[in-house]
């Protein structure tokens, strides 16, 4: 029978060999990409379940969170990935238990409100407590008249306790529509202070955008949108061009108008969905959700136009005048895996590039690489 069976050659077995090794290794890449993306995804989870709370450092623990999924991503060694795990479980551990502490106290002071409330309740209710007293003895007097046998004197005497229970009853409604008024103006004052501070600590002071801050905070989220559901973004970087001349000129009060004045400008051609910041001095970032760098760019190039176009009035010792500027914009667009930072430095290097080849110009990423 031997003599009739055949022989595998050792390429055949070899070539089977490599064709089931590289379907298994991909099959590996593909699970530990998933797996990545899965471990980068319950980090944005844990994250939200942070809330934004100052005193226990929320900022902190969810820029340990990023670091700690940017070297998820990085191809390390598994000891490194041991080590990494280890000292994100000691900062999760840390921060639940300053999460019950903070919760713990909170609570004590919610007790300490509610006490108070129930102490206002109880005054009221020691008023209502009079208001009843002073009807319930003026009822039993009545109840004496009807016991009188003079019909007049009956009569006068009903009157009279009538009058003073409505004038019992007119002093408890003036009282009580006071108090009510008082404690709707107190809320009403509370509520206004309490969003003008949080909406202050947000937007700048002169022009009205959201400040640095807002947009740091604002670009966290949309990095941990795009590892959730991969949403994406362009960038502009808008500066005004010759800003110190204009400032040197016609001096500072001159310079904030012409930033309030491109403000306006650049509103125009913004959507509802993007998002406007002041990035520091005369430069200005907007992000566009869900939009290509080509229209990024267009976007761009009408901005330019429009401010090109404007004219201001100048008064004061320059009345009679009127200025006009221009700005550059630098455009990038995010790619998936990146820092945010990363999208923000070839937004600002193409800004660079456009105020240094002409002013007055749009400069997106590609041409960087040129």
């Given at each position: 029978m031997g003599?009739?069976?055949?022989?595998?050659?050792?390429?055949?077995?070899?070539?089977?060999?490599?064709?089931?090794?590289?379907?298994?290794?991909?099959?590996?890449?593909?699970?530990?990409?998933?797996?990545?993306?899965?471990?980068?995804?319950?980090?944005?989870?844990?994250?939200?379940?942070?809330?934004?709370?100052?005193?226990?450092?929320?900022?902190?623990?969810?820029?340990?969170?990023?670091?700690?999924?940017?070297?998820?991503?990085?191809?390390?060694?598994?000891?490194?990935?041991?080590?990494?795990?280890?000292?994100?479980?000691?900062?999760?551990?840390?921060?639940?238990?300053?999460?019950?502490?903070?919760?713990?106290?909170?609570?004590?002071?919610?007790?300490?409100?509610?006490?108070?409330?129930?102490?206002?309740?109880?005054?009221?209710?020691?008023?209502?407590?009079?208001?009843?007293?002073?009807?319930?003895?003026?009822?039993?007097?009545?109840?004496?008249?009807?016991?009188?046998?003079?019909?007049?004197?009956?009569?006068?005497?009903?009157?009279?306790?009538?009058?003073?229970?409505?004038?019992?009853?007119?002093?408890?409604?003036?009282?009580?529509?006071?108090?009510?008024?008082?404690?709707?103006?107190?809320?009403?004052a509370l509520r206004e202070d309490l969003m003008k501070a949080r909406t202050d600590s947000l937007l700048d002071g002169l022009t009205g955008v959201y400040n640095r801050m807002a947009y740091e905070s604002y670009m966290r989220k949309l990095m941990d949108a795009n590892t959730v559901d991969g949403l994406g973004f362009s960038m502009l970087m808008i500066d005004i061009d010759n800003f110190k001349s204009i400032n040197d000129t016609y001096g500072h009060q001159t310079g904030d108008r012409a930033l309030v004045a491109m403000v306006q400008v650049c509103r125009e051609h913004i959507r509802k969905d993007d998002f406007f910041a002041r990035y520091g001095g005369e430069e200005f970032v907007v992000i566009l959700p869900d939009t290509s760098l080509k229209n990024a760019s267009k976007r761009a190039t009408a901005i330019c136009k429009s401010v090109e176009s404007s004219r201001y009035k100048l008064d004061g010792d320059y009345e009679g005048k009127s200025l006009a500027f221009t700005v550059s914009v630098g455009v990038s667009v995010f790619r998936n895996g990146e820092k945010s930072g990363v999208t923000t430095e070839r937004a600002d290097k193409a800004l660079y590039m456009a105020k240094h080849t002409g002013k007055n110009r749009v400069v997106t990423e590609n041409e960087l690489i040129k």
């Amino acid at each position: 029978m031997g003599l009739f069976s055949t022989k595998k050659k050792a390429d055949d077995c070899d070539e089977a060999t490599v064709e089931c090794l590289t379907e298994k290794l991909t099959h590996l890449g593909e699970h530990k990409s998933f797996l990545i993306q899965a471990v980068k995804t319950l980090i944005v989870f844990l994250k939200e379940f942070s809330f934004d709370i100052k005193e226990i450092d929320s900022d902190k623990f969810k820029d340990r969170m990023d670091e700690f999924s940017e070297d998820v991503s990085k191809e390390e060694k598994v000891k490194r990935l041991q080590s990494v795990l280890e000292r994100s479980k000691e900062t999760i551990i840390s921060f639940i238990e300053s999460k019950k502490v903070y919760f713990k106290e909170r609570e004590s002071e919610y007790k300490t409100i509610i006490d108070l409330l129930s102490k206002g309740i109880s005054a009221l209710e020691t008023g209502n407590m009079d208001f009843n007293r002073k009807v319930y003895d003026r009822s039993e007097k009545i109840g004496k008249i009807t016991l009188l046998d003079d019909i007049k004197k009956i009569k006068e005497e009903i009157r009279s306790e009538v009058e003073h229970i409505q004038d019992a009853i007119r002093q408890k409604e003036t009282a009580d529509s006071k108090q009510l008024e008082n404690l709707t103006k107190e809320v009403s004052a509370l509520r206004e202070d309490l969003m003008k501070a949080r909406t202050d600590s947000l937007l700048d002071g002169l022009t009205g955008v959201y400040n640095r801050m807002a947009y740091e905070s604002y670009m966290r989220k949309l990095m941990d949108a795009n590892t959730v559901d991969g949403l994406g973004f362009s960038m502009l970087m808008i500066d005004i061009d010759n800003f110190k001349s204009i400032n040197d000129t016609y001096g500072h009060q001159t310079g904030d108008r012409a930033l309030v004045a491109m403000v306006q400008v650049c509103r125009e051609h913004i959507r509802k969905d993007d998002f406007f910041a002041r990035y520091g001095g005369e430069e200005f970032v907007v992000i566009l959700p869900d939009t290509s760098l080509k229209n990024a760019s267009k976007r761009a190039t009408a901005i330019c136009k429009s401010v090109e176009s404007s004219r201001y009035k100048l008064d004061g010792d320059y009345e009679g005048k009127s200025l006009a500027f221009t700005v550059s914009v630098g455009v990038s667009v995010f790619r998936n895996g990146e820092k945010s930072g990363v999208t923000t430095e070839r937004a600002d290097k193409a800004l660079y590039m456009a105020k240094h080849t002409g002013k007055n110009r749009v400069v997106t990423e590609n041409e960087l690489i040129k």
